[in-house]
């Protein structure tokens, strides 16, 4: 069972269905992995324009966050198994989830 409050959502790879969630903590080492922004990240998703390696780094640690003790490796045998167009439509929801989750949380922020 996934709470969206905590960003948890759940992803189907293959036949398999996972548990994650990217936090503030995983978005950062994503970023410092990937040396661009979040934003400039899910910009070059969506324009058809990322590495698969990016791609592996992302699921990575949004499958950590979601409690998977997984490593690099399995996850690389997932992206093998999945495809290459039902892995990128996992990260551009996870990417979309966490960035919209982060611009409700400014919203709901006192002035």
Do not use: F, W
């Not at 058809?48 to 997984?70: K, M, P, S």
């Not at 167009?85 to 006192?110: F, G, H, S």
Request: charged content about 25%.
């Amino acid at each position: 069972m996934t709470n969206p409050l905590k960003g948890e959502m759940m992803i189907t790879l293959g036949e398999q269905e996972y548990k994650t969630r990217l936090t503030i903590d995983a978005i950062i080492k994503i970023e410092d992995q990937l040396d661009r922004g979040i934003l400039s990240i899910t910009q070059r998703l969506a324009e058809a324009d990322i590495r698969l390696q990016h791609l592996c780094v992302i699921l990575y640690h949004a499958l950590r966050g979601g409690g998977n003790d997984i490593s690099e490796k399995q996850v690389k045998t997932i992206v093998d198994k999945a495809g290459l167009v039902p892995c990128c439509q996992a990260v551009a929801e996870l990417l979309t989830a966490a960035l919209m989750r982060q611009q409700a949380a400014k919203a709901d922020e006192p002035e």
